[in-house]
């Protein structure tokens, strides 16, 4: 298994505004994975971190927008960027592990 | 690509009875369904999942059930209980993978009523 911290849980923001969230995980890992889970919504996909090398994201999803770093095999960053009130979403962070997925405690975004 | 739905999207079930959701899934490659449990303010949590090359799995109150042939799989709570009062989500992938491949159903929202 893996435990997975994120920082910060929730934040607040004024549009325009960018907010980066941190994840870290107790063991090293290959992937690493960024998710958004709007209100009451299912979870999207919207990166996949590899360490050493840049993210890949999905349809819809650009990295203008939300940028990521991945410097080492615990820890990545997500960065909301140019915040408008359609961001306010959970944020999850995810990794596989024994081929299993685990997800972190999210951070809740809320654009005003 | 994948395609999983998920049915019911609410249920409400006595407390001591069982609770049944169901998924779908499309690309008859996938080969791995986990099942996760969300509590408020929490991150999805693994719960139970379950292989291509079993059609059955239990874990104490826990069970699902996988057919192929149908391309659906079902969650089972007997006995439930309060604390089970969550959003639940399956999943589909295909394993092994060089990349993340999950795709998610759009929830079920159980309560369980004491």
């Known amino acids: 298994s893996a435990v997975i911290s994120q920082k910060p849980s929730r934040d607040i923001c004024q549009r325009g505004t960018s907010l980066t969230i941190q994840c870290q995980v107790d063991?090293?890992?290959?992937?690493m994975f960024w998710y958004r889970q709007q209100p009451g919504q299912s979870l999207t996909l919207i990166a996949t971190?590899?360490?050493?090398?840049?993210?890949?994201?999905e349809s819809g999803f650009v990295i203008d927008k939300f940028p990521i770093s991945r410097p080492n095999l615990t820890f990545s960053t997500l960065t909301v960027s140019n915040m408008s009130p359609e961001d306010s979403s959970i944020y999850l962070c995810?990794?596989?592990?024994?081929?299993?997925?685990?997800f972190g405690p999210g951070t809740r975004l809320t654009v005003t | 690509g994948e395609n999983v739905e998920q049915h019911p999207s609410t249920l409400s079930v006595q407390e001591g009875d069982s609770a049944v959701i169901k998924c779908t899934y499309s690309?008859?490659?996938?080969?791995?369904f986990p099942w996760y449990k969300q509590e408020l303010g929490k991150g999805p949590q693994l719960i139970i999942d379950?292989?291509?090359?079993?059609g059955e799995k239990k874990d104490q109150r826990i069970a699902v059930t996988l057919n192929k042939t149908a391309k659906h799989f079902s969650l089972h709570i007997t006995e439930t209980q309060p604390e089970d009062s969550a959003v639940y989500f399956c999943?589909?992938?295909?394993?092994?993978?060089?990349?993340?491949?999950?795709?998610f159903g759009t929830g079920t929202s159980l309560t369980v009523i004491p």
């Open positions: 379950i292989r291509s090359n079993v």
């Open positions: 690309d008859s490659a996938s080969n791995y």
């Open positions: 999943a589909a992938s295909i394993k092994p993978n060089t990349g993340n491949q999950f795709y």
């Open positions: 971190a590899n360490q050493g090398s840049e993210a890949t994201y």
């Open positions: 995810s990794v596989e592990v024994g081929g299993e997925q685990y």
């Open positions: 063991s090293q890992v290959t992937m």
